[in-house]
C-alpha cells in the first residue's frame, strides 16, 4: 500500500512524489514519457535556452554603443539544439537520482484510475491512501481551422529546427507563448506576424504591460494585428495564404503558422468512470485546498488551468503532497508570479489595475520608468517600467507588474512582499542596491506615496 501515487513526472508531479517521502510516505511516481514534462523536454527549459541565443544576438548588435566591433559571422541552430537536448538529459538525470535518493518508488508506464484507491499501469495494480493527479497539458491538435495542420509549426518543433522560416503566422491569445515564440523567430531571422482575436495582446495582464510590450515588438519588426480570427488557411505555392474572414491584414502569405493552443492532459485517466469532475474544456477543478471532487485525489498544475507555469505545478506540489499526508493547507493563486523571457522581460504578481478595479479596490497606481534608472540607463536597456497597483483605503499591494531588464529575477522579491501583506510605504521606505534595476520597485512605492525622489513633480 502506498501513501501517495503521484500521475506524472512533470515539475510538479515530481516534486509531490518527493514531498511525500520527505513526510515519511511511500510513494511512487508514474510516467509514461521522459521525466521532466513539458517544461524540462519541450518547454520551460528549451525555450529559455533558444531565446538565450536571440538575446546574445540582440547584445552583440548593440556592442557598438560600448566600443566594440561585433560582427555575427554565422548561427548554427544544430548547435542550440544539442545543447537543449544535452542540458535536458542533465535536468532528467538529476530527477531521476534524487527520487531514488528519497525512496520514491519511478513506475514507467500510463496510468489508469481504477477507483480512488487504486491505480493501474499496464497490467499491474498499485492500492494507494491519496492520488495526486500531475499530467500537465499537451498542444491542441490543429485540425480545427481548414488547412491549419499542413501550415503548422509547433511549438514542440521550433526547438528542433535547423533553419528558421522565412515568414510565420503565430495566431492564438497573443499570450505569454505566442509573445516569446514572436520575439525568438523575430531575433532569428523570421519575418512574424502575430494575430489575435483579443483585443490586445497579453489580454490577462496589466493594460500598461501589454502596451509596453506591443511597442516593444513593433519597433522590432513585428506586425501586431488585434481582433481577427483566423477561418482558413490555404495553400499557395510553397507558402500558405491565411484567410480572416472580412476582415483585412498585412498578412499575404507565410511559410509556416505557429500552433501554440494547449489542453489538459487526461485521456486515459478514466475520470469520468470514477467520478472526477471537469469543465468544460477538459480541465479538473479543485478547491483551495487542491482536492479534486473525489476528496483523496488531489490535482496540480496544468491539467488544473490557470497560468499553466511550470512554477505555479510545483508550488501547489508541495500543498497537495502535505495535505494528503494529514495537513490542511491552502494554495495562495493570487502568488504566482509570471515571466516572460523577451527584451526587455516581463514579471508580474498580483491583480493588474483592470483586474483590482473590477473587484471593487479604491485602486492607485505608481509607476517608476526605466529611462530614470542609473543602471538602465548605462546598460542602455531604458525600455520598461515598473508598476505597483494598491489598494488606497488600507495601503495593501494588489499586484506588481515589471518590463525591464532582469524583470523575471525580480519577482521573487514581489511575491514575498504580497505574500508578507506589505503597504507601498513599507517598500518605500525598504533600501535597494544601487545602482540595480530592483530599486524601480521601491521608486514605484514612493511614486504611489506620491514622494518620488527621481520624478519631476506632477
Same mark, same amino acid.
Given at each position: 500500500m502506498y501513501d501517495g501515487v503521484v500521475i506524472g513526472g512533470g515539475p510538479g508531479g515530481y516534486a509531490a512524489a518527493i514531498r511525500v517521502a520527505q513526510l515519511g510516505g511511500r510513494a511512487a511516481l508514474v510516467e509514461a514519457g521522459n521525466l521532466g514534462g513539458t517544461c524540462v523536454n519541450l518547454g520551460c527549459i528549451p525555450s529559455k535556452i533558444w531565446l538565450r541565443a536571440a538575446r546574445l544576438i540582440e547584445l552583440f548588435k548593440t556592442a557598438d554603443a560600448f566600443g566594440i566591433d561585433a560582427t555575427i559571422n554565422s548561427l548554427n541552430l544544430k548547435t542550440l539544439v544539442e545543447r537543449k537536448n544535452g542540458v535536458a538529459s542533465e535536468i532528467r538525470g538529476g530527477m531521476k537520482a534524487l527520487l531514488a535518493n528519497n525512496g520514491v518508488e519511478l513506475i514507467q508506464g500510463k496510468a489508469t484510475i481504477q477507483s480512488p484507491g487504486e491505480v493501474a499501469v499496464g497490467?499491474?495494480?498499485?492500492?494507494?491512501?491519496?492520488?495526486?493527479?500531475? #499530467?500537465? =497539458? !499537451?498542444l491542441v491538435k490543429p485540425d480545427k481551422i481548414p488547412g491549419l495542420k499542413e501550415a503548422a509549426l509547433t511549438t514542440d518543433q521550433v526547438f528542433e529546427l535547423e533553419t528558421a522560416p522565412e515568414s510565420v503566422l503565430i495566431f492564438g491569445d497573443a499570450g505569454p507563448i505566442e509573445i516569446e515564440m514572436a520575439s525568438l523567430l523575430?531575433?532569428?531571422? =523570421?519575418? *512574424?506576424? @502575430?494575430?489575435?482575436?483579443? +483585443?490586445?495582446?497579453l489580454p490577462r495582464e496589466d493594460g500598461d504591460v501589454s502596451q509596453r510590450v506591443a511597442k516593444s515588438l513593433r519597433e522590432k519588426g513585428i506586425q501586431i494585428t488585434t481582433r481577427v480570427a483566423l477561418t482558413e488557411v490555404r495553400a499557395s505555392g510553397k507558402e500558405f495564404k491565411p484567410v480572416f474572414g472580412e476582415k483585412k491584414t498585412p498578412v499575404e502569405t507565410v511559410q509556416k503558422v505557429l500552433v501554440s493552443a494547449r489542453m489538459p492532459m487526461t485521456e486515459g485517466l478514466n475520470l469520468e468512470r470514477i467520478g472526477i469532475k471537469t469543465d468544460a474544456d477538459g480541465y479538473i477543478p479543485i478547491d483551495e485546498h487542491l482536492q479534486t471532487s473525489i476528496s483523496n485525489i488531489y490535482a496540480i498544475g496544468d *491539467? !488544473?488551468?490557470?497560468w499553466m507555469n511550470s512554477h505555479a505545478s510545483s508550488a501547489m506540489a508541495v500543498i497537495a503532497a502535505e495535505n494528503s499526508m494529514g495537513a490542511s493547507n491552502i494554495f495562495q493563486h493570487h502568488l504566482v508570479p509570471r515571466g516572460i523571457w523577451i527584451t526587455p522581460q516581463v514579471g508580474s504578481v498580483g491583480l493588474s489595475e483592470e483586474e483590482a478595479e473590477e473587484k471593487g /479596490? $479604491?485602486?492607485?497606481t505608481g509607476n517608476?520608468?526605466?529611462?530614470?534608472?542609473g543602471l538602465a540607463a548605462g546598460y542602455g536597456e531604458v525600455d520598461g517600467a515598473t508598476k505597483v497597483v494598491w489598494d488606497a483605503e488600507t495601503q495593501d499591494i494588489l499586484g506588481i507588474?515589471?518590463?525591464? @531588464?532582469?524583470?523575471? $529575477?525580480?519577482?521573487? $522579491?514581489? *511575491?514575498? +512582499?504580497?505574500? @508578507?501583506?506589505?503597504? !507601498?510605504?513599507?517598500?518605500?521606505?525598504?533600501i535597494?542596491?544601487?545602482? #540595480?534595476? =530592483?530599486?524601480t520597485i521601491?521608486? +514605484?512605492?514612493?511614486? %504611489?506615496?506620491?514622494?518620488? @525622489? /527621481?520624478?519631476?513633480? %506632477?
Open positions: 497490467e499491474k495494480r498499485f492500492a494507494t491512501r491519496k492520488i495526486i493527479i500531475a #499530467t500537465g =497539458s !499537451t523575430n531575433s532569428l531571422g =523570421s519575418k *512574424v506576424f @502575430l494575430t489575435t482575436g483579443q +483585443a490586445r495582446i *491539467v !488544473t488551468g490557470g /479596490y $479604491e485602486v492607485e517608476f520608468p526605466c529611462s530614470v534608472n507588474h515589471i518590463v525591464a @531588464l532582469n524583470a523575471t $529575477e525580480m519577482m521573487g $522579491e514581489a *511575491v514575498m +512582499a504580497l505574500q @508578507l501583506e506589505c503597504g !507601498t510605504d513599507e517598500i518605500a521606505h525598504s535597494r542596491i544601487h545602482p #540595480t534595476i =530592483s530599486e521601491m521608486d +514605484a512605492a514612493r511614486d %504611489a506615496g506620491k514622494w518620488a @525622489l /527621481y520624478l519631476p513633480k %506632477a
